[in-house]
């Protein structure tokens, strides 16, 4: 990129920043422009707001965003701002409620609300990549190396998101080899690559190939496993071929729709080599890991008795209309029909609540299931999550989850989410007798560790400081051999687990591609020692009845939880971590 356009760069990235503050009394408030959002199912709205208080008191400012449509949701959060003090907070939610009509911000001071509100940035477009500003959008977009409809971001790199949220609706994030991340941003963006993104690294053709990184297979790309998801690093156009390619560009005015594209115009594409080829034939990139639908987990809830419900009407409409009648006449009353009428209907309302309630009762229920991936060696655990709630009556708690938790939810209602301190959605999240169901995803810092001490005997010797029973466990021991525990592992205790005689792994390195295989089935019970058998030596693979690295929200009055953890463990050094 030439100076000259860098410097646009920066020039439009600084005019977007500098945004007119709204004044509410002693306090400054202005709408910071964010990049580009997703609006997939996975992803969030997130509003970033920059406030100055002048006076010499603490103010408190409380925000209200409400959002009208088939329902009504509220987002709040309240913020204490000190003296002369410049802070910043964010509003954000879900992008499964994105489909409503956002009202203007509302602004409390001190209790009492401001006169003026302020408009916030929604955007409704399908955008499913995040593209850097660095980037040659449109040449490339020419050149078919991304999707017709990708549009770079007018901000910054160093400007872009420092949490989960702002990244996990994307299924690709493309940058440039020469773009430096802060480190607040990096870490993001690799917790989202952790958990099934696909971040695509693309190195000019003047650009030297970036240090510590193989260089690139036949297919022209290398590519670097990170969790669920993958880093590829590629040049798409060689030195030698960059005056093919811009000669190509400049011949073409505009990118060719993809719904429109054909054999003709993709024949006509210059022969770039093996990276462009990629490119070309991988523009549709899901993310990757283990998914499924939560509502799947518990799926005759909502099974509702058609032929019984029709008799007992039938037999109402017969009763309350022609049989009362008659009774009436025979006996020359039928005035009292007014009577009667409601009489027999709410006998009849009765007799159902009594149906319903001895048939499902008053208490709710939920299912859960949850993968994580475990490294004791770094102490991160990626979890992605599924779970599904049924309740009579809507829990008058409400749902609590951590403000790390990403959260996509199915047949929610209306409610209000507080951000004062996690995610809190009060009782109106859930639908009487309707089944929610909800997707989470994060990646945390976890001291929680198999500790294994060594092999006595066959056996090999551990201590279970994950933090609860594990009902299966099978080790992949240094030599290939599976270790599988033949009773439940109590939290805390140390035992001593025989080698399988039947199972062996042959993995020299972890392929979460043969544990998405392993984990296909779900919600079906996968097998422990096949699920070991796909693990390379070091590694092992537990299953727990309660969520140790899950964060479900509510636990139900009955609660089936299944947590899968594939864990990374090193005999090296496990002294340090206190276990």
Not at 77 to 84: E, G, S
Not at 416 to 423: A, E, F, K, M, Y
């Amino acid at each position: 990129m030439t100076l000259l356009k860098r410097l646009m760069t920066a020039g439009l990235a600084l005019a977007a920043l500098v945004v007119a503050a709204e004044e509410f009394g002693p306090v400054s408030i202005d709408v910071v422009p964010q990049m580009n959002h997703s609006f997939s199912f996975d992803g969030y709205q997130v509003h970033e707001l920059r406030m100055r208080n002048r006076g010499l008191k603490p103010v408190q400012v409380h925000f209200l965003l409400r959002l009208r449509g088939g329902q009504s949701l509220r987002v709040e959060r309240t913020v204490l701002l000190a003296p002369a003090a410049t802070t910043q907070t964010f509003l954000f939610h879900p992008n499964s409620f994105s489909y409503l009509n956002a009202e203007p911000l509302e602004v409390y001071i001190d209790g009492r609300r401001a006169k003026q509100t302020l408009h916030l940035n929604y955007r409704y477009g399908n955008n499913e990549c995040l593209v850097s500003p660095s980037l040659p959008v449109q040449d490339y977009r020419k050149l078919r190396f991304i999707v017709d409809n990708a549009e770079a971001t007018s901000i910054t790199i160093s400007q872009w998101g420092r949490y989960l949220r702002d990244y996990i609706g994307f299924l690709k994030i493309y940058l440039s080899s020469e773009d430096r991340l802060p480190p607040e941003v990096e870490e993001p963006i690799m917790q989202w690559v952790r958990l099934g993104g696909n971040l695509l690294i693309l190195v000019p053709p003047d650009a030297p190939w970036p240090e510590n990184v193989p260089q690139p297979a036949e297919n022209g790309v290398y590519e670097k496993p990170l969790g669920w998801g993958r880093i590829i690093y590629c040049r798409p156009i060689a030195a030698a071929d960059k005056k093919k390619a811009e000669e190509f560009v400049k011949s073409n005015k505009a990118p060719v729709p993809s719904w429109r594209y054909t054999k003709s115009e993709e024949a006509s594409l210059p022969d770039l080599g093996p990276a462009a080829s990629f490119l070309r034939s991988h523009q549709s990139m899901g993310k990757q890991g283990p998914a499924m639908e939560p509502t799947n987990l518990m799926p005759n809830m909502m099974n509702v008795p058609l032929q019984l419900l029709f008799c007992v009407m039938l037999f109402f409409a017969i009763l309350i209309g022609p049989v009362n009648f008659w009774v009436l006449k025979r006996r020359k009353k039928e005035p009292w029909i007014l009577v009667t009428t409601p009489i027999i209907s709410l006998l009849f309302c009765g007799v159902v609540i009594l149906f319903i309630t001895f048939k499902e009762g008053w208490y709710s229920r939920g299912r859960a299931v949850a993968v994580t991936l475990l490294d004791q060696t770094t102490q991160q655990a990626v979890t992605k999550g599924w779970m599904a709630v049924y309740a009579p009556i809507a829990p008058r708690g409400g749902f609590d989850f951590p403000m790390e938790t990403c959260l996509a939810f199915r047949n929610s209602g209306g409610f209000t989410l507080d951000l004062d301190s996690s995610q809190h959605f009060d009782s109106g999240l859930i639908q009487p007798r309707i089944p929610l169901g909800y997707r989470t995803n994060q990646v945390t810092t976890q001291h929680e560790r198999l500790q294994v001490q060594g092999i006595e005997n066959k056996q090999m010797r551990l201590v279970n400081g994950l933090g609860g029973t594990l009902t299966e466990l099978a080790v992949v021991g240094a030599d290939g051999h599976i270790y599988r525990a033949e009773q439940p592992v109590a939290a805390g205790a140390s035992v001593a687990i025989p080698a399988s005689t039947a199972a062996r792994s042959g993995v020299k390195q972890l392929r979460t591609g043969l544990l998405i295989q392993a984990f296909g089935n779900l919600p079906g019970k996968p097998n422990i020692t096949f699920t070991a058998e796909q693990l390379p030596p070091g590694y092992y693979a537990a299953v727990a009845d309660a969520p140790l690295f899950f964060a479900p929200g509510l636990i139900p009055e009955k609660f089936q939880m299944e947590q899968y953890i594939i864990g990374k463990y090193d005999t090296i050094g496990e002294e340090k971590h206190g276990n």
